[in-house]
């Protein structure tokens, strides 16, 4: 048997417990002299000192990053040393090191590019921001976000051509490079600058216009997103010519985006409920009053209902939604805040018109006859239009969000004809729903002719209506054949490889709302009866789950344009 | 203008330019000579102290709160990096805090599952079990695996522990995988494992030499100082890919793989014929160079344009900048060690600057960059290849000095050289080694073809992890784990590239139970009953008296160190330095009177026929497959870069092979897309990465990933026996 030291074992218990103690004790302090005394001045800063502009920026100019290609060899000192020089997050980083490659295999070339915020003559993210959260400063023109003043709607993010904002779900806000301002101010290099082991990131003073015209150019740097939209201020130089092939090390992987669920169901919801207060107009314009107004209060009632739950569902996808009333002060720029201003003067109208139906039941239920007398028909009917125009106004509102990220996905007639279609395609799925459901609850409708011919009038409308989306949504496959890896190519592949069980979804789920079951309605004539209204109801279920797929898709298969990034795998 | 307060609160409302949010971010001067930094992160005092990952050695300004470390930056003054850092550097406290650190020994139980043990258990288990298998299958049949990431005291201690306390013969270091061969070729040429340089020859030069080595990503803050160099020097780069280095260069000669040493033979012939020689250096300071001459006559330009694919221009080309520089420095790094004939291609280096008379003199030197923070340090001290304090088993008079130094029995000291890695791996395979102690290291995915070593473990009756992580792939092998602290939770010193010795200090609590590995080593000494050997070892900093002892009269004499005060305030200490000298620069080189350790004072020329690479290409298997760093922010097999978040975003999440564009096309292979590459040992999956940058015939994947290592070769470089991970055949198909 081994010889164990177990006759020494209390000592060696000490020792265990000793041992252990003294691992906890620190002694770097105690044991060795500090470098620097307490108040001694920054000793980096003879290393920055030249990487800094001396003098303030006058009119017309502004501070800028500069980034010397040829001393940039991709060690990524910078985005660590900003993420503890600027006490960030644990993952959260505000620069980041892309690489381009390309050339030939006899002269290959790589370039590795660093890149933060570019502190844009005309930032889109500020453009965008609903409440001002962001600020150009007038003499560093750096451009500022105000963590207190944001609401996390991350419009930003989608407005940035950059990547640069950066959401922080745990804060509910986005931050983003300030240039290290507060360091500048007194004479300190942004951390990026002072960290360069090869000096490769300086701050200078540029004049805005030459930046203006440069970006108008085109000039800024390959696989890069169009300058020329917000004209970001960095400058990349370097003494070497770049083979016209480069691209970024991120080039050809295709990833989805994120979905934001909570902007699904506001989109997709507001235009049902515009298109069903939309379709009510339209039928009012067509039809008797009277046959006409055995539905409308509880049309209108589901036209509001899911007009609010979209509202509702709109909070959700803020960061800080008890901030949200600020957002009427971005209404000169913003188009979000003019599509939130639009929808809530569309729902306090809405709730207006819908309500002023139920005005005779309510005098009847508490004896109170002058409420009878509130709702004319003749100013129930201009509310209803200005319902239905509030409407279209902040669906168009809604578009002119997305076409204005520029996202290729995204512009073009490629959101208007989406929103616009699922207003219709839901309207008329919606309205085919409460009329149909209607007749159950008023006897001798079914023998209404009118009725009959609604529902087909309805279903053939809504046979078109979906045929026509979905073809043209399915146009963006045309690009599959694309030669260059375009983002429009790459929206294709995703939407054909990665997300294809939602594409599918998509396609099955609208082709039996928007197609078949019209179809069966619109050749078999049933009956009014709780069958029709089962089938209705289906319609109007499929529809739904085919828009809110298409929405989903929408989001997640955009490419956004960006920097080149890293090496991906 | 007056703006009413209340106005103003209104306004703030609507508006909001400040608050908790915007507070979270303020900046407040550091003080201590930092600049402004967090507000929360205001330290109350500053220390220096050593970067725990490569061997740059870089000096990183610790910030303190109440003596525990809450941020650091790059040390403003340090002689090696001068305020600067890479991002391994700016993220060294975060894997201190990774979940997963082992927090108390875990022991293997009756199911096969880790347990958490306390010490008291785990310290008898350890004794128990490596005794019982000592008795049973003799005292050599337990070996030990160590590192080149511990002080260097605390390798001293295992050095000494295992092998004149425990009677092991057997033990060696991860650093046979990456500076071997370096330390073989120096051995060999110089006398003694002696790198000549110092960092300030990178910017002395008007020509350096780059053979196999990325240093733009692997050692950023060496290639921070070639960029200081103010000569406009040419850069020479000598790289099969067109690496961040090789675009960086003035020159890059693309060669083949595993045409390096004749490429190196050719340019010696070129410059002998062309009579480019210092006939003065190489007459009086250097002893086969005759032979050496005649050797390479068969490397004419032609032959070498051939087996290298450079064209003869090239080659001449190459050969007449260095003829043409004043000063010219040679630096190679893993694409020379990590070779299968690396010895002599280390040598090939070492002979040009002889025969140009570039050694000895600022701006010169063949130099070897090594990787670990604590390689050179190894190299002296861990008791492995080498008797402590670079002496040799083999020499009675060196184990009398050290059994003298240390107190102890002369037979305590073997007197027969250890195993090195791969044969003690190949041990386990014959049943020769049944109990092996991991220090710091993991094997199970660094250890060339992986698969085999992985098997390998399972036949090992006893298997001990020590490690700051239990999730580390080799820790989830073994039977015991024992909880280790890390950099940064102790004391000691690490040796850099240039020879300088810095301090390591504790400036953060270990968690749980976890003990710095000198602590464990003392622990194990009082369980295995051979305390009384080392009742001198009581701290780091009394061991660092020992190794000053023990390097006396060696030529990596530190006697004229005085103390840890000494390092710390002289911003590191190069050795050698003996007792009486005074310390006049910071920067220091070796070999300045051009006298070698060799008895005659020369250094030798060294060298031999070019070998066929061990696995060559053929139609099954088409593809060279070249291995190598894959990021500035990976270390190794990432048991700590993959524990920081920022480091994490830094780099490829998952493995992936470089390709070139005219082979995807061939092979129909998509950018981005999933491809198999597989050799004689495995088959993995990767990322097709199609890029110019490497060479037709030829695929790229970064070492970090955990499969790579299934793919290569078990071959070593004979001299060194330095695993070549370098080179092998692999086939890649669509997935």
Redesign the interface.
């Known amino acids: 048997m081994?010889?164990?030291?177990t006759e020494?074992?209390s000592e060696?218990?000490t020792?265990?417990d000793d041992?252990?103690t003294?691992?906890?004790?620190?002694?770097?302090?105690?044991?060795?002299?500090?470098?620097?005394?307490?108040?001694?001045?920054?000793?980096?800063?003879?290393?920055y000192r030249d990487l800094i502009p001396l003098e303030r920026a006058q009119t017309g100019q502004q501070y800028a990053f500069a980034v010397d290609l040829?001393?940039c060899?991709?060690?990524?000192?910078c985005?660590?040393?900003c993420?503890?020089?600027?006490?960030l997050d644990?993952?959260e980083?505000w620069r980041e090191?892309g690489v381009l490659?390309?050339?030939?295999?006899l002269e290959?070339?790589?370039?590795?590019v660093t890149t933060a915020c570019h502190h844009c003559v005309d930032p889109a993210c500020m453009n965008g921001c609903p409440?001002?959260a962001y600020e150009k400063d007038e003499v560093t023109g750096i451009v500022r976000h105000?963590?207190?003043?944001?609401i996390g709607c991350q419009y930003c993010i989608l407005k940035c051509p950059y990547d640069v904002p950066k959401y922080s779900k745990k804060?509910g806000?986005v931050?983003k490079c300030d240039m290290?301002s507060?360091?500048l101010a007194?004479g300190?290099a942004p951390a990026c600058v002072?960290?360069?082991?090869?000096?490769a990131i300086r701050i200078e003073v540029v004049n805005k216009a030459e930046i203006v015209a440069e970006a108008r150019q085109g000039i800024f740097l390959p696989d890069s997103p169009d300058p020329a939209y917000t004209q970001p201020t960095t400058r990349y130089r370097t003494t070497k010519t770049f083979p016209a092939n480069m691209t970024g090390?991120d080039?050809?992987?295709?990833k989805p985006e994120h979905a934001h669920p909570a902007l699904v169901v506001m989109l997709v919801l507001t235009q049902l409920s515009v298109g069903a207060f939309c379709a009510e107009m339209i039928l009012r314009v067509l039809y008797a009053t009277e046959v006409i107004a055995q539905f409308t209060p509880f049309h209108s009632l589901v036209a509001l209902g899911l007009g609010l739950l979209a509202i509702g569902a709109s909070t959700l996808h803020l960061g800080r939604p008890l901030y949200a009333w600020?957002a009427f002060?971005g209404l000169r720029t913003s188009w979000l805040s003019r599509e939130i201003i639009v929808f809530s003067a569309f729902a306090g109208l809405a709730s207006l018109y819908a309500g002023m139906f139920w005005l005779p039941f309510l005098a009847k239920l508490s004896g109170v006859t002058i409420l009878r007398e509130l709702a004319p028909p003749l100013v129930q009917r201009a509310i209803g239009i200005f319902v239905a125009f509030s409407g279209v106004v902040g669906i168009a509102c809604s578009a002119m969000i997305y076409q204005d990220t520029r996202r290729k996905l995204w512009t073009g007639a490629r959101t208007f004809l989406r929103f616009f279609g699922s207003a219709a395609l839901l309207g008329l799925a919606a309205t085919l729903f409460t009329t149909t459901a209607q007749a159950v609850f008023t006897p001798g409708i079914s023998s209404n002719t009118a009725f009959a011919s609604i529902t087909a009038q309805l279903s053939a409308a809504l046979i078109a209506v979906t045929l026509a989306k979905i073809g043209f949504e399915l146009m963006v496959f045309t690009h599959l054949r694309d030669v260059k890896f375009s983002l429009l190519k790459r929206s294709a592949l995703l939407l054909s490889g990665e997300l294809a069980e939602a594409t599918s979804v998509r396609a099955l789920t609208g082709a039996a709302g928007g197609i078949a079951l019209p179809f069966y309605l619109l050749f078999s004539r049933p009956a009014p009866g709780a069958a029709t209204v089962g089938v209705t109801a289906w319609i109007l279920v499929f529809a739904l789950l085919g828009e809110l797929t298409e929405r989903y898709l929408f989001f997640t298969a955009v490419v956004p344009p960006k920097m080149p990034g890293?090496?991906?795998? | 203008m007056k703006i009413h307060p209340f106005v103003k609160k209104v306004s703030s409302f609507?508006?909001?330019?400040?608050?908790?949010?915007?507070q979270?971010?303020?900046?407040h001067p550091g003080?201590?000579?930092?600049?402004?930094?967090?507000?929360?992160?205001t330290p109350d005092?500053?220390?220096?102290?050593i970067c725990g990952f490569c061997s740059t050695g870089c000096g990183l300004?610790?910030h303190?709160k109440d003596?525990?470390a809450i941020?650091?930056?790059?040390?403003?003054?340090y002689p090696v990096?001068?305020?600067?850092?890479?991002?391994k550097?700016?993220?060294a406290l975060t894997p201190l805090r990774a979940d997963d650190r082992a927090t108390t020994p875990y022991l293997r139980n009756a199911n096969g599952e880790l347990e958490p043990v306390d010490?008291?258990t785990a310290?008898?288990v350890f004794?128990?079990r490596f005794?019982?298998i000592?008795?049973q299958h003799g005292p050599e049949s337990v070996a030990f695996l160590s590192t080149g990431q511990i002080c260097t005291e605390e390798m001293a201690f295992l050095g000494a522990l295992s092998k004149f306390g425990m009677g092991m013969i057997h033990g060696d270091g991860n650093t046979r995988q990456c500076m071997a061969t370096a330390v073989t070729a120096y051995k060999q040429s110089f006398g003694f494992d002696a790198p000549p340089y110092t960092y300030a020859d990178f910017e002395e030069s008007d020509v350096l030499v780059f053979v196999g080595s990325n240093l733009?990503?692997a050692h950023?803050?060496m290639?921070?100082r070639v960029?200081r160099n103010p000569h406009a020097p040419e850069i020479i780069v000598v790289d099969p890919r067109?690496t961040?280095?090789a675009?960086?260069a003035t020159q890059h000669y693309a060669i083949k793989p595993r045409s390096d040493l004749a490429l190196l033979y050719g340019l010696a012939n070129i410059i002998i014929a062309s009579g480019w020689i210092d006939r003065d250096y190489v007459k009086n300071h250097t002893s086969g160079f005759e032979e050496f001459a005649e050797f390479v006559t068969r490397f004419t330009s032609d032959v070498v344009s051939e087996v290298t694919g450079i064209s003869v221009e090239e080659l001449w080309r190459f050969a007449e900048t260095v003829h043409h520089g004043k000063r010219v420095s040679f630096w190679w790094t893993m694409g020379v060690n990590q070779g299968h004939e690396a010895t002599r291609t280390a040598q090939a280096i070492i002979n040009l600057a002889l025969m140009t008379g570039n050694i000895g003199r600022p701006g010169t030197g063949a130099n070897s960059i090594t990787g670990q923070c604590n390689a050179m340090g190894s190299r002296l001290f861990s008791n492995t290849t080498n008797l402590l304090g670079g002496h040799d088993f083999l020499n009675a008079t060196h184990r009398e000095k050290v059994a003298r130094v240390l107190g102890i029995d002369v037979q305590c000291v073997p007197s027969q050289n250890s195993w090195a890695y791969d044969q003690i791996v190949e041990g386990i395979a014959n049943d020769k080694i049944k109990g092996l102690w991991i220090i710091a290291t993991n094997s199970s995915h660094s250890w060339i073809n992986q698969s085999s070593f992985n098997e390998l473990t399972s036949k090992l009756d006893f298997l001990v992890v020590q490690d700051m992580y239990h999730t580390t792939e080799t820790a989830q092998r073994a039977h015991l784990v024992l909880p280790a602290?890390g950099w940064g939770?102790?004391?000691g010193t690490f040796i850099n590239s240039e020879r300088r010795y810095g301090?390591v200090?504790?400036?953060a609590?270990?968690p749980g139970?976890?003990?710095?590995d000198f602590?464990i080593f003392?622990?194990i000494a009082?369980?295995?009953?051979c305390s009384e050997m080392f009742t001198r070892w009581s701290s780091p900093e009394e061991v660092f008296q020992i190794m000053k002892e023990l390097s006396r009269e060696q030529p990596c004499d530190i006697t004229g160190i005085a103390d840890?005060?000494m390092l710390?305030?002289c911003g590191g200490v190069q050795w050698p330095l003996r007792s009486g000298e005074t310390l006049s620069c910071s920067e220091r080189r070796l070999f300045a009177d051009g006298t070698f350790f060799h008895p005659d004072g020369k250094a030798k020329f060294l060298f031999s026929e070019p070998r066929e690479v061990p696995e060559p290409t053929d139609d099954e298997y088409p593809f060279t497959l070249l291995t190598g760093r894959g990021?500035?922010?990976q270390w190794h097999t990432q048991t700590r870069t993959s524990k920081s978040?920022?480091?994490?975003?830094?780099?490829?999440?998952?493995?992936?092979v470089e390709i070139?564009?005219?082979d995807a096309e061939r092979l129909q292979i998509?950018?981005?897309s999933q491809v198999a590459v597989c050799s004689r040992r495995a088959k993995i999956m990767?990322?097709a990465?199609?890029?110019?940058?490497v060479?037709?015939g030829q695929v790229f994947i970064p070492m970090h990933y955990a499969t790579a290592n299934q793919l290569t070769v078990s071959s070593f470089d004979p001299h060194s026996r330095q695993p070549a991970y370098k080179a092998c055949a692999v086939r890649v198909e669509k997935a």
């Open positions: 081994p010889k164990l030291a020494d074992s060696a218990r020792l265990i041992l252990l003294e691992q906890r004790t620190m002694t770097a302090v105690a044991k060795f002299s500090r470098l620097h005394e307490r108040h001694e001045f920054p000793a980096q800063a003879k290393y040829d001393a060899t991709g060690c990524k000192a985005v660590t040393a993420h503890n020089l600027n006490g644990d993952e980083t090191v490659f390309g050339g030939t295999t290959p070339v790589q370039q590795t409440v001002l105000l963590d207190d003043q944001c804060r806000i931050r290290c507060s360091r007194v300190e002072q960290s360069c082991p090869n000096e090390g080039h050809f992987r295709v600020r002060v890293g090496m991906a795998a | 609507i508006r909001a330019h400040d608050g908790a949010l915007t979270d971010l303020v900046l003080e201590f000579g930092l600049g402004k930094v967090p507000a929360r992160l005092d500053t220390t220096t102290m300004n610790i303190l003596g525990q941020n650091l930056t790059p040390t403003t003054d990096n001068l305020g600067m850092a890479c991002p550097g700016w993220e010490w008291e310290l008898q004794a128990l005794k019982a000592q008795d733009c990503i950023p803050i290639w921070q960029l067109k961040e280095t675009m960086a602290a939770e102790k004391e301090l200090k504790k400036v609590r270990a139970q976890a003990l710095s602590n003392k622990l009082q369980y295995w009953g840890y005060q710390d305030r990021s500035s922010s978040a920022v480091l994490r975003k830094l780099y490829p999440q998952n493995i992936y070139n564009t005219a998509a950018p981005s990767a990322t990465f199609v890029t110019n940058t060479q037709p």
